[in-house]
């Protein structure tokens, strides 16, 4: 399965901005996993390994967070810029180029 930027045939969309949206996505999702990894272990050293994990993601998530507001990326301190800077996204992601298969 092609991921979408193999889908992209417009290199102006592939941006910063993407890159860092997703890498932000994907480290929210790995602390959570690890959350939900911790509550399911009953082996104190698996815990403690996961735990060590998932302290590692909420860190990456920090940085590329802290990165994407230094950059006028994620307005977290706004949430009125936020939709703004949504929206925006949401129309350039219309324009999109979508798979004809």
Not at 10 to 17: P, R, V
Not at 39 to 44: F, N
């Amino acid at each position: 399965m092609a991921s979408i930027l193999d889908k992209l045939s417009n290199q102006d969309l592939i941006n910063d901005e993407v890159i860092a949206t997703d890498l932000l996505v994907s480290a929210k999702a790995a602390v959570r996993n690890y959350a939900v990894a911790i509550t399911e272990t009953a082996s104190p050293e698996i815990h403690k390994v996961l735990k060590k994990q998932m302290d590692d993601a909420i860190d990456l998530h920090h940085k590329i967070a802290t990165y994407m507001i230094e950059n006028e990326m994620y307005h977290a301190y706004n949430v009125k810029e936020q939709v703004e800077h949504d929206c925006k996204k949401a129309d350039l992601a219309m324009k999109m180029p979508t798979d004809s298969k």
